[in-house]
């Protein structure tokens, strides 16, 4: 069943959707080589309580930790290690908080120095991808014109592989609602799309084949040939002209910039 949000409701997961962006800048302020993800993930914890909000992942079916860091081919998913991040590694990091009883959710993927120029496109492909079938997030469209739109741009047009187990989803009272946001599919299918559907829409796109795994743990989702994967997600609201983006990339990419350890386009 789909949730159409009110205004007042809305707004409210503006809010929740906004720390978890504040909570990204400050996270690309202290990225650098030998940095562990488990300081990371401590770091993040730290900063959506001190801010009245819970983190949505912690205890989520069983996950054990406050964020989901995922490093070069594990796609989502991946457990905050003692291992130091490196030169050239690339770094998905997805949170989720819920305030005020409702979630924001979404991710960035950063670039510890130079990854390369193959790998530097893969992420500025995946990021476009995302902006791409936003622009289909408008009201009387549907579910596929999402799909398609980023389907086309990273498979169809660069040739990378779209992973097609993990699939965005609605958001609000609860992390995953209905509908399912797939990041492949024919346009004109799916659910229509009405004023007040707040999605998060993720493409998460692999340099290499589609194909994935998950790992004993039950959590941890790599790529089958171990090449690199890149997730980028955004909390969007479908208007009737142009979809409402509830969160704020614009502060991440201050900070990404400003910070000398990172590769930023």
Request: glycine share 10%.
């Amino acid at each position: 069943m789909i949730y159409y949000k009110t205004e007042p409701e809305i707004e409210l997961m503006r809010q929740s959707a906004r720390l978890v962006s504040q909570t990204l800048s400050e996270v690309a302020v202290i990225l650098k080589p030998g940095i562990t993800t488990l300081a990371i993930d401590k770091m993040i914890g730290e900063i959506i309580r001190a801010n009245g909000a819970i983190p949505s992942f912690l205890n989520y079916h069983g996950y054990p930790f406050d964020s989901c860091i995922s490093v070069n081919d594990v796609v989502v998913h991946g457990f905050p290690t003692k291992n130091e991040l490196k030169e050239g590694d690339i770094v998905s990091i997805d949170i989720g908080v819920v305030k005020n009883g409702y979630h924001g959710d979404h991710a960035y993927t950063f670039a510890i120095g130079h990854p390369g120029d193959e790998v530097a496109n893969l992420i500025a492909v995946t990021k476009e991808s995302l902006y791409k079938g936003i622009e289909k997030a408008v009201e009387g469209n549907r579910i596929g014109d999402i799909s398609y739109a980023i389907q086309e741009y990273t498979e169809k047009k660069h040739g990378y592989g779209v992973v097609r187990e993990l699939v965005g989803h609605g958001l609000g009272k609860s992390m995953h609602e209905d509908p399912q946001v797939p990041n492949y599919g024919k346009r004109g299918s799916g659910a229509k799309m009405k004023e007040g559907m707040v999605l998060a829409i993720e493409p998460m796109i692999n340099l290499g084949r589609r194909d994935v795994y998950t790992e004993d743990d039950g959590w941890t989702v790599r790529t089958v040939d171990h090449k690199p994967s890149v997730h980028f997600e955004h909390d969007v609201c479908v208007r009737k002209n142009k979809a409402d983006i509830l969160s704020d990339y614009s502060i991440i990419e201050k900070a990404e910039k400003a910070n000398a350890n990172l590769y930023s386009a």
